[in-house]
Structure formats: structure tokens, C-alpha cells
């Protein structure tokens, strides 16, 4: 099997506007901020269908209307095209939202 491809966490950040490095790995972390707990889990529930079938899971927590996530690929020790496309994902699905 071969390693993903490990990209500079600039070039990453550069394409995800509303993600920061994470500080505590090399991985890409935001906080989303839902209307209710309801929202949050649909958008939780979405986002782990698809993280299925791209077997590329998130590192996320959850408090109510906030859900909190890192990504990184753990293969290549920082981040790849598959932490970037599940961003988009999860930015796509929290900006089709109701506004909280």
C-alpha cells in the first residue's frame, strides 16, 4: 500500500481559510458552531458517512452545538489530499447550515 503524500501545512492552510494548524500535531483543526445539538449531530452524522466510505476518519469532539476537529493523516504523519477534501466536505455541509 502506498504512504499518501504529506503537504505542507502552508499549502493546506492556503486552500482552507476557515482552518488553523492545530499546535499540537501537524494537522488542521477548526470549531464549528451549530444552532442546537440536533444540527451539530446531523452535521457529525454526514460528515461520518462519507469519512466511511473515503476510510479517512476525523478526530473531533463534541459539547452540544460545537463540534471540534483535527485532521491529519496518520500514514503520512501530516497532512495529505484526503484531510483537504474532507475539510471542503465539512465547510460545504456547515455553510448549507441554518444560521445558528
Do not use: C
Request: without cysteine; hydrophobic residues 45%; glycine residues 4%.
Amino acid at each position: 500500500m502506498t504512504r499518501p503524500a504529506k503537504m505542507p501545512l502552508t499549502d493546506a492552510l492556503g486552500e482552507l481559510p476557515l482552518w488553523q494548524a492545530s499546535g499540537v500535531k501537524e494537522a488542521i483543526s477548526r470549531t464549528f458552531v451549530f444552532k442546537d445539538f440536533s444540527q451539530a449531530f446531523g452535521f457529525m452524522t454526514q460528515i461520518a458517512l462519507a469519512a466511511e466510505r473515503m476510510d479517512h476518519h476525523p478526530e473531533w469532539f463534541n459539547v452540544y452545538n460545537r463540534v471540534e476537529v483535527v485532521l491529519n493523516t496518520h500514514d503520512a504523519d501530516g497532512v495529505t489530499r484526503l484531510d483537504l477534501e474532507l475539510a471542503k466536505l465539512m465547510d460545504r455541509l456547515a455553510a448549507d447550515a441554518p444560521p445558528n
